[in-house]
């Protein structure tokens, strides 16, 4: 089993459209927890961090579920810039940051 | 926040030759990461460079396949030695700066095609 499992999609919505991952983890001693934008060709970007009390920035909303060990983003009104891959990244003890493999999101006009 | 500049963004290179990557960070770090990114897959970290001392493998790679230099806290090298196509890969330095998480900056990755 992976250590940061994400479904790779490709998620392709039409433009205003509201869109969920998830992204589930195997080590119950993680600390910290991401997600990160990755635009074609380019490097990854901190999207948000995500608090176990849930956080929202603008459209997007990231929700940590300890028990059930996953994390979750929700895309509200999806815009064309949204396209990309979102990558589920998760840090344990010891400076370890473990990356999923990403979600490919194509937003249409 | 830390900007790394990270060179070259891309190259082709003959099997067998090996090629230099560098990164400058515009901060002293303590830690700088190392990571590779094939077509369609997650991040996979090749090694830690900490400055004065070797740097720290993962599993599946080796000092003699990925030598690492980190002769300062702003700047680390990390050399593909004796390419083969399988090294084809995008190859990105990394920086972790604490915030109110720690949060973890890229260079521009560097694309490297072997034939």
């Known amino acids: 089993r992976k250590e940061v499992e994400q479904d790779p999609g490709p998620f392709n919505v039409p433009e205003g459209a509201t869109v969920a991952f998830n992204c589930t983890y195997s080590n119950s001693a993680s600390q910290s927890f991401f997600w990160y934008r990755q635009d074609c060709r380019k490097e990854p970007k901190l999207l948000m961090s995500v608090y176990s009390s849930g956080n929202e920035d603008g459209r997007f909303t990231a929700q940590l579920n300890r028990a059930s060990q996953y994390i979750s983003l929700l895309i509200r009104d999806s815009k064309l810039s949204d396209s990309a891959t979102y990558l589920c990244v998760v840090t344990t003890g010891g400076f370890k940051t473990i990356f999923g493999a990403g979600t490919r999101l194509f937003v249409k006009a | ?115």
């Open chain 2, 1 to 115: 926040s830390a900007v790394i500049s990270q060179k070259p963004s891309r190259d082709i290179c003959q099997r067998g030759t090996s090629l230099t990557i560098q990164c400058q960070v515009d901060s002293q770090v303590t830690m700088m990461f190392w990571y590779r990114q094939q077509p369609g897959q997650s991040l996979t970290l090749i090694a830690t460079a900490n400055q004065g001392s070797e740097a720290t493998y993962e599993s599946g790679f080796v000092i003699d396949k990925f030598p690492i230099s980190r002769p300062n806290l702003t700047f680390s090298t990390l050399t593909v030695s004796n390419m083969s196509p399988e090294d084809s890969s995008i190859y990105l330095c990394s920086v972790e700066v604490e915030t109110a998480n720690t949060e973890a900056f890229f260079g521009q990755g560097t694309r490297l095609t072997v034939v």
